[in-house]
């Protein structure tokens, strides 16, 4: 029973799975900015080149 109470090996799954959580998170938001970014400059240009509607 002490063997039980003094196993700390899930301990480290559990860690590293709030650390995948935390990058995941992050990368999302990040691509998500980049892409409204890539979304607003693709409709300037398409303005530019003389575009009526937006494709």
Do not use: C, H, R
């Not at 709030?18 to 398409?46: C, H, P, R, Y």
Request: aromatic share 8%; hydrophobic share 45%; proline share 2%.
């Amino acid at each position: 029973m002490n063997w039980l109470l003094k196993e700390e090996s899930g301990q480290g799954m559990v860690e590293y799975g709030l650390i995948l959580v935390l990058v995941s998170v992050v990368a999302i938001t990040m691509l998500t900015n980049i892409g409204t970014q890539l979304e607003s400059q693709f409709k300037d240009i398409w303005k530019t080149l003389g575009g009526e509607s937006t494709p």
